[in-house]
């Protein structure tokens, strides 16, 4: 196993009713040391997903889905925005995966 693939990895706790001002400020501040002001949702995303594209290699875990959430809403930028991002996702529903993520593989256990 190589050392070192990714620069930093970032953890978040998703529960069963997002609250993304919450998970925004989590992302923020205890992996950037960058916190907001009084910023609506839309524009607290769009700060956070320029800070987090100033990395090259990020892993980010979201634990605890529920249900889908917008990744975009939340600032974290995927696909072709950032091919140096991975993002792992963790639910015990896999109904999350298959109808609301649209996501590129799946294992369950």
């Not at 916190?35 to 594209?53: T, Y």
């Not at 298959?98 to 593989?105: G, I």
């Amino acid at each position: 196993m190589r050392d070192n693939l990714f620069d930093l990895t970032v953890m978040a706790i998703v529960t069963e009713k997002p609250d993304m001002k919450q998970i925004q400020g989590v992302l923020a501040w205890e992996q950037f040391r960058f916190k907001f002001g009084e910023e609506i949702v839309i524009e607290r995303a769009k700060l956070l997903c320029e800070r987090i594209k100033k990395q090259k290699r990020i892993l980010f875990f979201l634990d605890d889905l529920s249900s889908g959430i917008d990744l975009d809403r939340v600032g974290i930028p995927f696909g072709i925005d950032h091919t140096g991002f991975k993002i792992v996702l963790f639910s015990g529903c896999p109904e999350v995966f298959f109808n609301q993520m649209n996501t590129a593989m799946n294992y369950f256990t």
